[in-house]
Each structure stands twice: as C-alpha cells, then as structure tokens.
T-cell receptor, first 112, second 113 residues
Framework: RKEVEQDPGPFNVPEGATVAFNCTYS??????FFWYRQDCRKEPKLLMS???SGNEDGRFTAQLNRASQYISLLIRDSKLSDSATYLC?????????????FGAGTRLAVHP | DAGVTQSPTHLIKTRGQQVTLRCSPK?????VSWYQQALGQGPQFIFQ???????QRGNFPDRFSGHQFPNYSSELNVNALLLGDSALYLC????????????FGPGTRLTVT
C-alpha cells in the first residue's frame, strides 16, 4: 500500500464549479499535512497546510480527519488559473527529522 | 533574497554514466532534501542532509549519493545511470527545526538514453 494515496483524476470542470480532492495516508504517526500545487514542468509549491480544525484560504478549504487518516481539499468557484496538479503531502517526522511524502497527484483542468 | 537554485536545468546522459546535480539552498536555510519525480508521479524522497551528514534516506539504491558543503549547498550524485533514472530531480531547503516547511528549487531534468 502506498503511504499517500489520492484520487486518480484527472478532473475536468467548468469555470465556477466546486471540486473536491481526497487523500488517505497510512502512517498514523504522521505529524503534519499539506496540499502542494504543481504546474506543468515546474516545481511543487505549497498551497496550504492542513489542520484538524480545518482551514480556509479564500476559495480553498482543507480538512484533516486523523481518525480516518483522510485529508481533503475543496476548491470553490474554480478559475482557469487553478488548472494544475494538486499533491497531497504528509510529513511522518521520524527520527527527529522532517521529510515530505507525496501522493501521485490529481490533475485539475478548468475549462471556459 | 534568492530562493533555491539548481544546476544544470537539463541534462542528457547515457546509460552507465555518472551525473552530479547541484543545489544552493534558500538564504538562511541549513537543511537540504532531494527528491526524484518520474513522469506522472509525485516526488519521491531520496535523502536529506544537515550539518554535512545524511540524516534520512528513502528507498533508493547506493548508486544515489550526496554531499553537503559547509555553506549548506549540496550535490546529488548518481552512478551507473539506468534508463529508469530519467526524471525531474528536485532539491528542497528548510530550517532544521522547521523541516516541514520546505522550499523547492526549479529542478534538474535528467534524461538517460
């Protein structure tokens, strides 16, 4: 089983749509959680951290359920510029050091 | 303030050759991590360097080795290249105590023919 698993995608949605991405992780001792965005042939960039209490940044809402080991990202009112690959990321923090474990990513294509 | 820089941008090598990739961390950062991203996959953790020592390692063979210099810059070396080593190699820098906040460089795209 992969350490981080995401919806396979791709998601093709019209502008203005609401889209939700899901992710599960296998290491229950994981310490921190993130969503990264990666544009085609570019480096990943941090979109937002994910907390158990849920957090919102404009049109983006992230949620963490530690009991179910489940992470979600909701994008409201999709824009053309949201087209990218969204990577679910977990930090297991073992041995006193941090590292990032990435899911395979879910590709989002927003069309006019 | 310069972000993470990597060189070269692109590289083409032949099977069996050796390659060295370079990374300069963001100013003030002391920890460097390397990731391999194959086409259509998420980045996979290779190893992490802090205080010039390898601190963590992912599931990669010994053909992959690295180094960190006193100025915190780092190199990734891959020996006996295989076709499967073709990928985008990403360097990420962070502060030791804030290692979950990693900043990525633009990557080096390695093609092995």
């Amino acid at each position: 089983r992969k350490e981080v698993e995401q919806d396979p995608g791709p998601f093709n949605v019209p502008e203005g749509a609401t889209v939700a991405f899901n992710c599960t992780y296998s290491n229950s001792a994981s310490q921190s959680f993130f969503w990264y965005r990666q544009d085609c042939r570019k480096e990943p960039k941090l979109l937002m951290s994910v907390y158990s209490s849920g957090n919102e940044d404009g049109r983006f809402t992230a949620q963490l359920n530690r009991a179910s080991q489940y992470i979600s990202l909701l994008i409201r009112d999709s824009k053309l510029s949201d087209s990218a690959t969204y990577l679910c990321v977990v930090n297991p923090f073992s041995g006193g050091y941090n590292k990032l474990i990435f899911g395979a990513g879910t590709r989002l294509a927003v069309h006019p | 303030d310069a972000g993470v820089t990597q060189s070269p941008t692109h590289l083409i090598k032949t099977r069996g050759q050796q390659v060295t990739l370079r990374c300069s961390p963001k100013s003030g950062h002391d920890t460097v991590s390397w990731y391999q991203q194959a086409l259509g996959q998420g980045p996979q953790f290779i190893f992490q360097y802090y205080e010039e020592e390898e601190r963590q390692r992912g599931n990669f063979p010994d053909r992959f080795s690295g180094h960190q210099f006193p100025n915190y810059s780092s190199e990734l070396n891959v020996n006996a290249l295989l076709l499967g080593d073709s990928a985008l190699y990403l360097c990420a820098s962070s502060l030791r105590d804030l290692g979950y906040e990693q900043y990525f460089g633009p990557g080096t795209r390695l093609t092995v023919t």
